[in-house]
């Protein structure tokens, strides 16, 4: 043999490790019932990221889950039926969470689907979940998936249209007029990143660099260059995953003195420990989970909010993170619905009752759906925080 | 775009070049002494990494804890080359390589499972605060894996050109039938380049951590970028290894300042395949054609 079969060789085998590396491991996991109900579970599919570039989001939402489905069913379920929770790994591809939903729709005859994590997987659900006629309740932050409006997919955070503009009203109340934008091409920056620029000239804010980078990279030095090169007020970056330290710390090694605002993609604590003191300063929307005194003490809110704290903190040994908070909203939305159904239950009815969900006080905000708007949050269910002392608080304006 | 700002991307470069380079220096090594892709490669990278966030983690000073990241990762290859491949390697390179890829999954999952799927910081060797270095700002972190990728091209040459380990590897990449013949162990030699492939890819890891963090799948894409360095510079050549990953490291951050970070891959991936097709042998590459 030859030089050139060893190279169709290497090539043929990076193709195979490149599909088996963004693959993953896809991890089933069936999750029964907890109480002795004598009547038949309720069947909710879960889509999630287990493993990964969202494997660090998907991990606390099925934590929450788990930890609200054994609760409920410990309080003898809903309406006597237990909850049953079938979870599926979609290892941060669509492709895969398409396959997921297909196969709870098929094999396991779920009544309502919560995911994906991701906003990319959420939209590629959506084929399945309109031949089915099955609700969904995504726990991903992009505007499309409420903005392609359909009467079956409803969504528990914030999306972009709401922070983002909150986000920059933010930074033009401190004075800063020139920004430079650094976004990540994944579904959730590059949602974010249309907004901003849409957005933008309503604040009174100009974009003077607009940087990208992918998801997966291990340095945005360059990038960062470009956007010192400019001269920008302040940087705004918005992203979903472990980059976020390194464009910190790349500001700060290029000696870049700008404030770093961000959006509710980098409400993560990893983000603090990876960037350590570079991530001072930083100033970021997010929900009011991370510090509960911004519900208000005595509202149910902050009650709802503490008691799952607590509970999350006393089984799992860490303070839940807002995306835990959207896995919860997500299995109470769905929860509530069941409770109102009369009847027997389909995917129908279902859908219908949680359109007609009004003022469920999750973690996330206050939910109201409608027949237009299928998120129901707005501004203020959001606040700033910013970073001091390696911890967060919130950010006065 | 002033100088500075030029001097910064090829610093840039430079810095991520280094990384590549060691991983390819990884796969060089394996090619060179048994013809197959050790897709593993990466998952020695992630496992260094990993070892020394979880030592600092358990309170491990971090010198022992990259030593121990380096022992352990090196004996995972040796683990791996005599548990798992040598006893089918009478099935050809294909079915070896295939393995390699399973090897890889396995460990990918079973770091998942120890440690979570978050990513980890590991604290910067000496110090945060940047350095100027001829009108560039770099992490100090960075003359780190400069430092090591210098150190570990002049220890290889060394180990090739002058040692009769070296003399060994180089005859089994020649002809395993051969070096047998004239009394070389070459079941031996062929683990201990896998368990120096692991090696050289844990320092990588622990040695990039600090910079990026580091987290259960890292290994994937940078096994691809160490593959395509070596691909690059030429299989089976420590040099073109090392010239393959500056390359790489270089053109990326070339399409960033030219052209955006969204194409940076796809720049360099069209840079790899038009030297392929121009040069199939890489830059500075010359056995592969006697290969096999």
Same mark, same amino acid.
């Given at each position: 043999?030859?030089?050139?079969?060893? $190279?169709?060789?290497?090539?043929?085998?990076?193709?195979?490790?490149?599909?088996?590396?963004?693959?993953?491991?896809?991890?089933?996991?069936?999750?029964?019932?907890?109480?002795?109900?004598?009547?038949?579970?309720?069947? &909710?599919?879960?889509?999630?990221?287990?493993?990964?570039?969202?494997?660090?989001?998907?991990?606390?939402?099925?934590?929450?889950?788990?930890?609200?489905?054994?609760?409920?069913?410990?309080?003898?379920?809903?309406?006597?039926?237990? /909850?049953?929770?079938?979870?599926?790994?979609?290892?941060?591809?669509?492709?895969?969470?398409?396959?997921?939903?297909?196969?709870? &729709?098929?094999?396991?005859?779920?009544?309502?689907?919560?995911?994906?994590?991701?906003?990319?997987?959420?939209?590629?659900? $959506?084929?399945?979940?309109?031949?089915?006629?099955?609700?969904?309740?995504?726990?991903?932050?992009?505007?499309?998936?409420?903005?392609?409006?359909?009467?079956?997919?409803?969504?528990?955070?914030?999306?972009? $249209?709401?922070?983002?503009?909150?986000?920059?009203?933010?930074?033009?109340?401190?004075?800063?007029?020139?920004?430079?934008?650094?976004?990540?091409?994944?579904?959730?920056?590059?949602?974010?990143?249309? /907004?901003?620029?849409?957005?933008?000239?309503?604040?009174? /804010?100009?974009?003077?660099?607009?940087?990208?980078?992918?998801?997966?990279?291990?340095?945005?030095?360059?990038?960062?260059?470009? /956007?010192?090169?400019? +001269?920008?007020?302040?940087?705004?970056?918005?992203?979903?995953?472990?980059?976020?330290?390194?464009?910190?710390?790349?500001?700060?090694?290029?000696?870049?003195?700008?404030?770093?605002?961000?959006?509710?993609? +980098?409400? $993560?604590?990893?983000?603090?420990?990876?960037?350590?003191?570079?991530?001072?300063?930083?100033?970021?929307?997010?929900?009011?989970?991370?510090?509960?005194?911004?519900?208000?003490?005595?509202?149910?809110?902050?009650?709802?909010?503490?008691?799952?704290?607590?509970?999350?903190?006393?089984?799992?040994?860490?303070?839940?993170?807002?995306?835990?908070?959207?896995?919860?909203?997500?299995?109470?939305?769905?929860?509530?619905?069941?409770?109102?159904?009369?009847?027997?239950?389909?995917?129908?009815?279902?859908?219908?009752?949680?359109?007609?969900?009004?003022?469920?006080?999750?973690?996330?905000?206050?939910?109201?759906?409608?027949?237009?708007?299928? +998120?129901?949050?707005?501004?203020?269910?959001?606040?700033?925080?910013?970073?001091?002392?390696?911890?967060?608080?919130?950010?006065?304006? | 775009?002033?100088?500075?700002?030029?001097?910064?991307?090829?610093?840039?470069?430079?810095?991520?070049?280094?990384?590549?380079?060691?991983?390819?220096?990884?796969?060089?090594?394996?090619?060179?002494?048994?013809?197959?892709?050790?897709?593993?490669?990466?998952?020695?990278?992630?496992?260094?990494?990993?070892?020394?966030?979880?030592?600092?983690?358990?309170?491990?000073?971090?010198?022992?804890?990259?030593?121990?990241?380096?022992?352990?990762?090196?004996?995972?290859?040796?683990?791996?080359?005599?548990?798992?491949?040598?006893?089918?390697?009478?099935?050809?390179?294909?079915?070896?390589?295939?393995?390699?890829?399973?090897?890889?999954?396995?460990?990918?999952?079973?770091?998942?499972?120890?440690?979570?799927?978050?990513?980890?910081?590991?604290?910067?060797?000496?110090?945060?605060?940047?350095?100027?270095?001829?009108?560039?700002?770099?992490?100090?972190?960075?003359?780190?894996?400069?430092?090591?990728?210098?150190?570990?091209?002049?220890?290889?040459?060394?180990?090739?050109?002058?040692?009769?380990?070296?003399?060994?590897?180089?005859?089994?990449?020649?002809?395993?039938?051969?070096?047998?013949?004239?009394?070389?162990?070459?079941?031996?030699?062929?683990?201990?380049?896998?368990?120096?492939?692991?090696?050289?890819?844990?320092?990588?890891?622990?040695?990039?951590?600090?910079?990026?963090?580091?987290?259960?799948?890292?290994?994937?894409?940078?096994?691809?970028?160490?593959?395509?360095?070596?691909?690059?510079?030429?299989?089976?050549?420590?040099?073109?290894?090392?010239?393959?990953?500056?390359?790489?490291?270089?053109?990326?951050?070339?399409?960033?300042?030219?052209?955006?970070?969204?194409?940076?891959?796809?720049?360099?991936?069209?840079?790899?395949?038009?030297?392929?097709?121009?040069?199939?042998?890489?830059?500075?590459?010359?056995?592969?054609?006697?290969?096999?």
């Amino acid at each position: 043999m030859r030089g050139k079969p060893v $190279r169709a060789l290497a090539a043929l085998t990076a193709i195979v490790l490149a599909s088996a590396g963004l693959a993953g491991c896809g991890a089933k996991q069936e999750a029964g019932g907890g109480g002795e109900t004598k009547k038949e579970p309720y069947r &909710i599919g879960v889509v999630v990221s287990l493993t990964g570039t969202y494997a660090g989001l998907g991990t606390p939402e099925k934590q929450a889950m788990e930890m609200e489905r054994d609760r409920i069913n410990a309080e003898g379920g809903v309406n006597g039926h237990p /909850i049953e929770l079938i979870f599926e790994d979609d290892a941060t591809d669509p492709a895969k969470a398409a396959a997921a939903a297909t196969k709870l &729709i098929d094999q396991d005859g779920v009544i309502a689907i919560i995911g994906a994590t991701g906003t990319a997987q959420t939209m590629a659900m $959506r084929s399945e979940i309109q031949r089915a006629g099955v609700p969904q309740v995504s726990m991903a932050g992009g505007s499309v998936i409420t903005d392609q409006f359909d009467p079956l997919v409803f969504q528990t955070p914030w999306p972009n $249209r709401v922070v983002v503009p909150f986000v920059l009203k933010a930074i033009a109340k401190k004075g800063y007029t020139k920004i430079a934008l650094i976004s990540d091409t994944g579904g959730f920056g590059k949602d974010g990143h249309d /907004i901003i620029v849409k957005e933008a000239p309503a604040a009174g /804010i100009t974009i003077v660099a607009d940087e990208t980078f992918n998801p997966g990279d291990t340095d945005v030095s360059s990038q960062l260059t470009k /956007i010192r090169a400019a +001269n920008p007020d302040a940087v705004l970056m918005w992203n979903a995953g472990k980059e976020a330290a390194l464009v910190a710390k790349g500001m700060k090694q290029l000696g870049m003195k700008q404030p770093l605002f961000g959006g509710h993609g +980098n409400a $993560r604590k990893e983000f603090i420990e990876g960037a350590g003191d570079a991530a001072e300063g930083f100033v970021f929307a997010a929900g009011k989970i991370l510090i509960p005194e911004a519900y208000g003490t005595g509202t149910e809110a902050y009650k709802v909010a503490t008691d799952f704290i607590e509970s999350f903190n006393a089984k799992y040994g860490k303070a839940p993170d807002t995306f835990a908070g959207h896995a919860h909203d997500a299995l109470m939305i769905v929860v509530d619905a069941l409770r109102r159904v009369e009847g027997e239950v389909t995917p129908a009815k279902l859908r219908d009752a949680i359109e007609q969900t009004k003022g469920l006080v999750g973690v996330g905000g206050t939910f109201t759906f409608s027949s237009t708007d299928h +998120n129901g949050l707005s501004e203020s269910d959001i606040v700033l925080y910013r970073v001091e002392n390696g911890a967060w608080v919130l950010d006065e304006r | 775009m002033t100088s500075a700002d030029v001097l910064q991307f090829v610093a840039s470069g430079l810095q991520n070049g280094a990384i590549y380079a060691l991983v390819a220096l990884g796969f060089t090594l394996v090619f060179a002494s048994t013809g197959i892709i050790n897709f593993a490669q990466g998952e020695f990278y992630m496992l260094g990494g990993m070892l020394v966030a979880a030592g600092v983690a358990a309170g491990v000073p971090l010198g022992v804890s990259v030593a121990g990241a380096v022992v352990i990762t090196s004996a995972v290859g040796c683990l791996i080359e005599r548990a798992v491949l040598r006893p089918v390697r009478s099935a050809g390179p294909l079915a070896l390589i295939i393995i390699t890829i399973g090897c890889s999954m396995l460990l990918k999952s079973w770091i998942r499972h120890l440690f979570g799927p978050d990513e980890r910081a590991v604290p910067p060797f000496s110090g945060s605060e940047p350095v100027a270095l001829a009108g560039a700002l770099i992490q100090p972190q960075v003359l780190w894996v400069l430092g090591i990728t210098v150190v570990a091209a002049a220890g290889l040459t060394v180990l090739y050109r002058w040692t009769r380990l070296g003399l060994a590897m180089r005859a089994c990449s020649i002809s395993h039938d051969a070096a047998r013949i004239v009394g070389i162990d070459t079941a031996r030699v062929v683990m201990l380049s896998f368990g120096l492939s692991g090696a050289l890819g844990a320092l990588a890891g622990a040695v990039v951590a600090p910079i990026t963090q580091t987290a259960y799948d890292v290994g994937a894409r940078m096994g691809l970028k160490g593959f395509a360095a070596a691909v690059l510079g030429g299989l089976g050549d420590p040099v073109g290894a090392i010239v393959g990953g500056l390359v790489l490291g270089l053109l990326e951050s070339g399409a960033v300042a030219v052209v955006s970070g969204t194409y940076k891959d796809a720049v360099a991936l069209v840079v790899l395949l038009l030297v392929l097709v121009l040069r199939p042998q890489g830059i500075i590459g010359r056995h592969l054609g006697e290969k096999l």
